[in-house]
């Protein structure tokens, strides 16, 4: 059997999944603000788009609004106003850390639990990455940025290219000097740039 045979074989031995090459479009969130509150109009839609329960998404934003809301599976009512950009971004940050491979990048995923560990299992590379847990979500102040010397609690999603621990918060990447994959530690801010974060290790929680 000559190279382009076995190419060939082995091409079609791979999942359907990975065969397909068709990029992966966010979905858009639709919301108006209703006197003091905010009405995502399209929640279950955009679930049922990545594949996750509204009540994790619904969860997940009124976490990073640090704020309190009612949902039906289909409208989450949020306390507060917030501009459509503001939901989007914080939806983008769901699907970041929630829904898409950080290996491939594919929206090819499903959540699997270990023990006391979720994992964000990718069917298309094979690639797993452990979770956070969305009831532990550190709440953020709306008006307030981060600065050197605050404290936060955050949970280890990756490693960067350096060996540092790597998390997500809000609209933020915090690289963590000294945390590994899986720990949830709190640590102190020692630089700010923009949107990414630089901190170091106060104590290991888990």
């Known amino acids: 059997m000559n190279y382009e045979e076995l190419l060939e074989k082995a091409?079609?031995?791979?999942?359907?999944?990975?065969?397909e090459h068709h990029r992966f479009e966010k979905p858009e969130i639709y919301s108006i603000i209703q006197g003091k509150a905010t009405v995502v109009q399209n929640l279950g839609e955009v679930s049922k788009a990545i594949n996750r329960d509204p009540d994790m998404l619904a969860?997940?934003?009124l976490k990073e609004f640090g704020t309190s809301g009612t949902h039906d599976g289909q409208?989450?009512?949020m306390k507060g106003q917030f501009r459509k950009e503001q939901i989007q971004e914080r939806f983008e940050a769901f699907l970041n850390e929630y829904v898409l491979c950080g290996e491939c990048g594919r929206p090819d995923t499903k959540i699997a639990r270990e023990g006391r560990v979720s994992f964000l299992k990718c069917e298309a590379c094979g690639a797993?990455?452990?979770l956070g847990v969305l009831k532990t979500t550190p709440k953020r102040e709306e008006n307030k940025n981060p600065e050197v010397g605050d404290e936060i609690t955050i949970e280890i999603t990756r490693t960067g290219k350096k060996g540092d621990g790597m998390a997500r918060m809000g609209g933020y990447i915090v690289f963590v000097s000294g945390a590994k994959i899986g720990q949830k530690v709190k640590a102190?801010?020692?630089g700010v740039q923009g949107s990414t974060l630089f901190a170091s290790v106060i104590e290991v929680l888990n």
Request: glycine share 0%; proline share 10%; hydrophobic share 40%.
């Open 75 to 77: 409208h989450l009512v």
């Open 59 to 61: 969860k997940f934003l």
């Open 11 to 19: 091409y079609s031995e791979l999942p359907d999944v990975v065969k």
């Open 188 to 190: 102190r801010i020692t």
């Open 128 to 130: 797993r990455q452990p």
